[in-house]
């Protein structure tokens, strides 16, 4: 994880789940998602800030879970809603 995040100790699960339906809230409520993204606290699946719901951003304010990362096959990147960075997600 990079330094510039100061939040770091709060992530939990790095790994992605095997296999992911779709984004938990979206499929609730039958919304539609573009992107996935995981909770690194707690491990739910989200929407991108780019889907209608924005529910992983929305989670991670709520929650107080601030980092998620690209839950998107062969992306390696998180990112902080706090500290407004990036992060490359090493297993």
């Not at 709060?10 to 992605?16: A, D, T």
């Not at 719901?53 to 390696?76: C, M, V, W, Y």
Request: a negative charge.
């Amino acid at each position: 994880m990079n330094a510039a995040c100061t939040h770091t100790d709060r992530v939990e699960i790095v790994e992605l789940p095997e296999q992911i339906a779709g984004c938990e809230d979206c499929l609730a409520i039958g919304s539609r998602w573009v992107h996935l993204r995981m909770c690194m606290t707690c491990g739910k699946i989200g929407c991108c800030d780019s889907s209608p719901n924005q529910h992983a951003t929305k989670h991670a304010l709520a929650a107080n879970n601030p980092i998620f990362r690209s839950a998107e096959p062969g992306e390696d990147w998180a990112w902080c809603v706090i500290d407004e960075v990036f992060l490359r997600v090493t297993p």
